[in-house]
């Protein structure tokens, strides 16, 4: 039977002595004896949670009392437990030398029973009660203090040191969840002890806790820079065996407003440093009054998110999506704006990122998805054309174990097959959690869903994503086509990702298109589809059906068509973009420099150098949708320009002589002759000769 005393480690060379003390105890506590140090220690070692306390005589031989308490106090598991110490009279050296090396009281011989029994249940409440609070107020793993135990320890000390100034500092270590993934629990439970201590020497004259996770926080003096605590942090970081980016984001408060709670004053500085946490090399922000007003923005828009829902302030638009070759309306992307009945519309980026925070953003996404179906089917009762519309599913979407049979089941109410709808998942969320993204698109194909990744190339994971999720589209974040036009590096990734995609055998979609340059550029790298302001911006549901409505009504004028079939060398448009075709391996495969431009108001806009034209002329892919006489110079551009519409009239070949620009350092005649003439596109093929000065042109006319 299992006794429910406490149980008293009793340490004396006598055997009387021992025997004494055992029947004065014997009716409250359990005993267990020793005859020096060296045993009692054996004991010790093997139950220190189960052992209350320590009766100790201090002469003994083989090991003696004050062996014993030198050898206790440096075990911080045998340190806990207290020790009485057994003395011939009061007031000697001894006991103040036992005292000192950790003892917590003293008895004097010959026994007091009733003193023996008090002094041990004084020291064993003292010692379990402040075993207690040291439990309530301590973390049990790294043994700072709790949050609510620090809240109270800074508020004492700002109100004790009323003239003094003091911040509060946030720290987060970003990518934290990645060492427990990678390595472990036990290895991230090491760097949590180790960065608490680290923090704890780096603020000496300050109070620190662990607020939560891995986030850590800390009252101390003002500094005049963080800069020194910081750097030394980071540099002893980076000495750890852990082969990982991990990134320490610091966030600070000045208190400076002290009628505010601790707790109001550790939510700003975690403001602060949530602030940074996607600003890569960005360390240090200080709480402000724009950090402030923001989170009151937040604030209100959490209050007032539901009643939103139920009174019809979110609606969903529409953005088309066009064929690059063809022009055609082929699909559109739903889209979810707020109608706030005071401030007005208000951008997604305000409040989408906060839904995803706080959870409501899978309520919004029902809704949106319920709502795109019902007007599918409303389109479809009134004999308007069934094109895809995509919906987009949150980071916290893909968490939902139900969201395949959600989504099915909102389809069934209306009768719809998954082909009409295609799920826009973003790349931060493979970023996020890799094995349950892939869990999810696989279980959402089996239902034949298309899945098209959205923001492709905004993560640094995105080559290893296309490896592992099986994606039917890639929609490219718009700094690629912006990168593309500045740079020939951007134009060559452009170039690279196209070719992966057709290697991979999905589409591409072009965010973000806003001129026909741009437009023709994307098309002339393959691109197969777009949408952007150049098209038409988002719009209401009834913009867009009367979008489907005009598309009905000139379906046929929509559809691709040689208009000049009389021309005698007008080549089908499909050969033309079809990357397999005789016309490509022979433009790809000429010697000589070849390039085609499409025919535009008058103007000639460049589609595509082959590879002999780009290295005559090696800027010239930076021009891709650029008008020629914007590449080249023409000495009479009004003779040009009549020779230009002649030759799109007749069909007949003409040529030109252009210089290059600034220096007219060499010379280009361009043999130029109609080869593709459609309702959306007339295209020019040209023949180019590099001279680098006249009597050298001449010669190559002889």
């Known amino acids: 039977m299992v006794s429910d005393k406490r149980l008293v480690l009793i340490v004396d060379d006598s055997q009387i002595n021992r025997q004494i003390l055992c029947k004065i105890l014997s009716d409250t506590y359990d005993t267990l004896q020793a005859a020096n140090g060296k045993e009692a220690l054996q004991i010790l070692r093997q139950q220190p949670e189960a052992i209350s306390a320590v009766l100790l005589d201090l002469i003994m031989p083989v090991m003696n009392g004050y062996e014993f308490l030198d050898i206790q106090q440096t075990d911080k598991e045998l340190a806990a437990v207290p020790v009485i110490v057994e003395t011939q009279r009061e007031g000697t050296d001894s006991e103040i030398d036992a005292l000192a090396r950790g003892a917590s009281d003293f008895l004097t011989k010959p026994y007091n029973p009733a ?6 249940a004084n020291i064993i409440k003292l010692h379990e009660t402040s075993a207690f609070v040291n439990m309530v107020e ?22 004790q040191n009323p003239d003094n100034e003091y911040d509060i500092l946030c720290m987060d270590i970003k990518n934290f969840k990645l060492v427990n993934d990678v390595f472990g629990e036990s290895k991230g439970d090491w760097l949590l002890c180790f960065l ?3 923090l704890k020497d780096c603020i000496p004259n300050g109070c620190v806790c662990r607020h939560g996770g891995d986030i850590f926080a800390a009252i101390l003096p003002r500094q005049a820079t963080y800069s020194p605590i910081i750097s030394k942090m980071k540099a002893v970081l980076k000495e750890q065996p852990i082969h990982m980016n991990l990134q320490l984001k610091f966030g600070i408060y000045p208190v400076d407003d002290r009628s505010i709670t601790v707790r109001a004053m550790c939510d700003r500085a975690k403001i602060a440093c949530k602030s940074i946490t996607q600003m890569y090399g960005t360390n240090l922000a200080f709480y402000s009054k724009a950090i402030g007003d923001r989170l009151s923005e937040e604030q209100q828009i959490t209050a007032e998110m539901n009643q939103a829902l139920l009174n019809g302030e979110f609606v969903v638009y529409y953005q088309p999506k066009y064929d690059l070759e063809t022009e055609k309306l082929i699909g559109a992307e739903s889209l979810v704006r ?22 409501f953003i899978t309520q919004l996404d029902i809704f949106v998805w319920k709502t795109v179906c019902g007007q599918m089917r409303e389109w479809l009762d009134s004999g308007l054309p069934c094109v895809p519309v995509s919906i987009n599913l949150s980071r916290v979407d893909i968490y939902n174990p139900q969201l395949p049979e959600i989504i099915i089941d909102i389809l069934n109410q209306q ?31 089996q239902y034949g869903f298309q899945i098209d990744m959205d923001d492709f190339g905004s993560g640094y994971s995105s080559l290893n994503m296309l490896n592992e999720v099986p994606v039917d589209t890639l929609k490219l974040d718009m700094r690629f086509l912006r990168g593309a036009q500045t740079t020939s590096r951007g134009g060559n990734i452009l170039f690279f990702i196209m070719n992966l995609a057709k290697w991979l055998e999905v589409t591409v979609v072009a965010e973000g298109i806003e001129t026909r340059e741009q437009m023709l550029y994307l098309r002339g790298l393959g691109c197969n589809y777009g949408q952007g302001y150049y098209f038409a911006k988002p719009m209401p549901s009834d913009d867009y059906q009367h979008l489907l409505s005009i598309q009905t009504a000139n379906k046929n004028k929509l559809a691709v068509s040689i208009l000049s079939c009389e021309k005698a060398n007008l080549i089908p448009q499909e050969e033309i973009w079809k990357m397999d075709s005789t016309f490509n391996r022979v433009f790809n495969g000429f010697i000589g420099a070849l390039a085609l431009f499409e025919y535009q108001n008058g103007k000639l806009l460049l589609i595509r150098p082959n590879d002999a034209f780009m290295q005559k002329c090696s800027f010239i892919n930076g021009y891709v949708g650029a008008s020629l006489t914007t590449i080249f110079c023409v000495s009479d551009a009004e003779k040009f320009q009549k020779i230009l519409q002649d030759g799109m009239q007749n069909g007949e070949p003409f040529s030109q002589v252009f210089y290059s620009i600034p220096n007219k350092e060499y010379t280009v005649r361009m043999r130029m002759q109609l080869i593709c003439q459609s309702t959306h596109k007339t295209l020019v093929m040209a023949s180019a000769d590099f ?3 006249v009597s050298e042109l001449n010669s190559t006319t002889a």
């Open 115 to 120: 003193l023996v029994r008090q002094r041990l």
């Open 138 to 159: 301590r973390d049990a793993l790294t043994h700072l203090y709790t949050k609510e135990a620090f809240y109270m320890r800074a508020k004492e000390m700002l109100s």
């Open 196 to 198: 608490a201590k680290l």
């Open 338 to 359: 707020w109608k706030h009945p005071k401030r007005g519309f208000l951008p997604p980026d305000t409040f989408v990122p906060l839904f995803e925070q706080n959870g």
């Open 415 to 445: 009768q719809l097959k998954p082909e009409y709808i295609q799920l826009e998942i973003t790349e931060t969320a493979y970023m996020d959690n890799p094995k349950q993204l892939i869990a999810t698109v696989d279980r959402l194909k």
């Open 691 to 693: 001279v680098s000065n």
